[in-house]
Structure formats: structure tokens, C-alpha cells
T-cell receptor
Framework: KQEVTQIPAALSVPEGENLVLNCSFT??????LQWFRQDPGKGLTSLLL?????REQTSGRLNASLDKSSGRSTLYIAASQPGDSATYLC??????????????FGSGTQLTVLP | EAGVAQSPRYKIIEKRQSVAFWCNPI?????LYWYQQILGQGPKLLIQ????????DSQLPKDRFSAERLKGVDSTLKIQPAKLEDSAVYLC?????????????FGAGSRLTVL
């Protein structure tokens, strides 16, 4: 059964810092990996999706990498801003059939960027 | 494009009572998901529909939870009778691709408190 772990659970940084959020997964047989953002009282917004054959994806100040063999992904946020404050979740989609093909989420990292 | 609509946003009930949540997905999205997100955890899939058929309900507690999507558009998730451990945010999501690299669009969620 796939398990997804995100460390740290919470992170507080001053504005302008570059930071890295970590995600690890136990089963490397994945179809893709996604990073989501969740603001308080709101649903999830997809930030980046990395296919299993890809190494990284970039969108603006965000860069996500994937090392499938080691079961790890990182989300790099450059020049952090207070508006980046949110919970960041990673999720992997398995390649097996049935429930293993569904998204398995980590518990998230709660990021606070201080002005 | 209108987003995924959910109602009610908040609901407080006593244990053993019943509750129902409604979801209207993005127009044209054939796939609809219900997730349960307990405080401090990542979302967990309860049920996935493809049009009006169930694709995966392996994690749905069928003794108390039920869901339907009769016309392949709107969906209703019901809990009867509710337990304290059902306190969570119930997220609805939709996509226009069955599995694969599709990106899910989430609603804002329905927060349930069971007293």
C-alpha cells in the first residue's frame, strides 16, 4: 500500500527566502506526482504535475523535481512571499489497477511566510 | 468556467443524526470524486464516479455512507448515522479524464462537525 510522507509538517520563513518542501513515497511504481496548494477553508489547487518519465516541472517561482527510484519529490519555491502562505500537499497516482490507481495524498506542509 | 460547487459549506450535527452533501461538478466533466479530509491529514478518496457509474468505492464505509450520481452530473454524499470520527471536510472534485494524467478540480468543501 502506497504511503506518502511530507516533512516538515510546518515551516515558517521570512519573506524573500528560497525554500524546499519534501515529499517521499514508498512505492516507486507511480504514474505521476502532483503538488497542490490548499488555503484555509478552500479546496485544493493543482500547482504542478510531473509524469513518471519526467524529472522536473516549473511554473513561475515554483519548481518540482521527481526522483522516482528513491521515492522522493521536492517543491522549490523561490523568493517566497506572504501570499505563498498555505498548506502544500503532494499526491502520487499509482500505475496498478483498482484503488492503487487513485491519488494517495501526504498530510501536507503548512507554510507561513512572514512579512 | 464555473468551478466545482458544494453545499452546505458548514454543518453541525449530533452523533447518530444524518447529513447529506451536494456537489455540482464542472460542466462536461465525466469523472467525479468524493474525498474525506480529517484535520491535519491529506484527503482520502471515498468514491469515484465515471458518469453515473461507480469506478472505485473501496474506501467508502458502506454501512453508513452512501453516494449517488443518478444523471451523471450532480452527486450527493449521505452519512447515516453519523459518528464522531466522521468530523471532517468532505471535498468533491471533478475531471474530464478517467484516470491518467488528468488534473482534478476541487470544490471548497463541506465541513462537518459531529457532536
Amino acid at each position: 500500500k502506497q504511503e506518502v510522507t511530507q516533512i516538515p509538517a510546518a515551516l515558517s520563513v521570512p519573506e524573500g527566502e528560497n525554500l524546499v518542501l519534501n515529499c517521499s513515497f514508498t512505492d516507486s511504481a507511480i504514474y505521476n506526482l502532483q503538488w497542490f496548494r490548499q488555503d484555509p477553508g478552500k479546496g485544493l489547487t493543482s500547482l504542478l504535475l510531473i509524469q513518471s518519465s519526467q524529472r522536473e516541472q516549473t511554473s513561475g517561482r515554483l519548481n518540482a523535481s521527481l526522483d522516482k527510484s528513491s521515492g522522493r519529490s521536492t517543491l522549490y519555491i523561490a523568493a517566497s512571499q506572504p501570499g505563498d502562505s498555505a498548506t502544500y500537499l503532494c499526491a502520487v497516482r499509482g500505475i496498478s489497477s483498482g484503488s492503487a490507481r487513485q491519488l494517495t495524498f501526504g498530510s501536507g506542509t503548512q507554510l507561513t511566510v512572514l512579512p | 468556467e464555473a468551478g466545482v460547487a458544494q453545499s452546505p459549506r458548514y454543518k453541525i450535527i449530533e452523533k447518530r443524526q444524518s447529513v447529506a452533501f451536494w456537489c455540482n461538478p464542472i460542466s462536461g466533466h465525466a469523472t467525479l470524486y468524493w474525498y474525506q479530509q480529517i484535520l491535519g491529514q491529506g484527503p482520502k478518496l471515498l468514491i469515484q464516479f465515471q458518469n453515473n457509474g461507480v469506478v472505485d468505492d473501496s474506501q467508502l464505509p458502506k454501512d453508513r455512507f452512501s453516494a449517488e450520481r443518478l444523471k451523471g452530473v450532480d452527486s450527493t454524499l449521505k452519512i447515516q448515522p453519523a459518528k464522531l470520527e466522521d468530523s471532517a471536510v468532505y471535498l468533491c472534485a471533478s475531471s474530464n479524464n478517467h484516470g491518467g494524467a488528468n488534473v482534478l478540480t476541487f470544490g471548497a468543501g463541506s465541513r462537518l462537525t459531529v457532536l
